[in-house]
C-alpha cells in the first residue's frame, strides 16, 4: 500500500469492553510504533517493535494494554476490559530503519477510540 | 527523560502575517528535531526536520534552525495562507536506539482572509 493503514478509523466501546486496534505498515518496514494522542495532546509512546520483536513496552499505561506483531508486519493492539481514560486517537507509525540515521517515521491516520 | 515545550495555541494570523511557533527542549546527546503537521481531518504528517546543532530545516514555506545553544527549534514562516490553518507540534528523537518520538503539546494555528 501507498502508506500506514489502520483500522477501524473509529471504535465505540462500553466500559469493560475489549477492543483490537489493527496497524498495517508500509511493506518492508522494520520499525514500527504505537502511540496514544488524548484530546488536545500530542501523541505520546506505547510501545515499540522492531520486526516481530517487542523491544520496548514503557509506554503501555496498564497490563489492560497488550500489543503484537506476530510476523513481523501486520500489529495489533489490544486494550482490555476498556476504561473511559482510554477514550484517545491511537496512532501507528512505521520505518524503514532503525538506528539513528532511519528514515522518518511515516503515520496512519489513527483510530479513534471512544469509551463510554 | 526527554521532553519538549511550545508555546501554547490556539495562534490567529491573519493572511500573510509573519508566524513563530517557539519550541525548546530537553534532551541528553544529540537528539534530531522535528516539526510535524496534522491538517483537519488527516493524519500526522513530517513538515521538516534538522539533524544537527545548526542546521536548518525547511518545507513549503516554513523554516526552523537547530540551535544546540539555547536549545530551541522554533518554526517560522514569512507568510501565512488559510491553507496552513492546522496543528503544528514540535518533536524530537533522541540519539541512541530506536527513535521513539517524543512530542510538544501541539498549536493550532487558525489563519483567516
Redesign the interface.
Known sequence: GAGVSQSPRYKVAKRGQDVALRCDPISGHVSLFWYQQALGQGPEFLTYFQNEAQLDKSGLPSDRFFAERPEGSVSTLKIQRTQQEDSAVYLCASSLRVGRNSNEQFFGPGTRLTVL | GDS?TQMEGPVTLSEEAFLTINCTYTATGYP?L?W?VQYPG?????LL?A?KADDKGSNKGFEATYRKETTSFHLEKGSVQVSDSAVY?C?LTG??G?????????TKLQVIP
Open positions: 519538549v534530531s522535528f510535524y488527516e493524519g500526522l504528517q513530517l526536520k539533524t507540534f518533536a540519539s541512541g530506536y527513535q521513539k518520538v517524543t512530542f510538544g503539546t501541539g
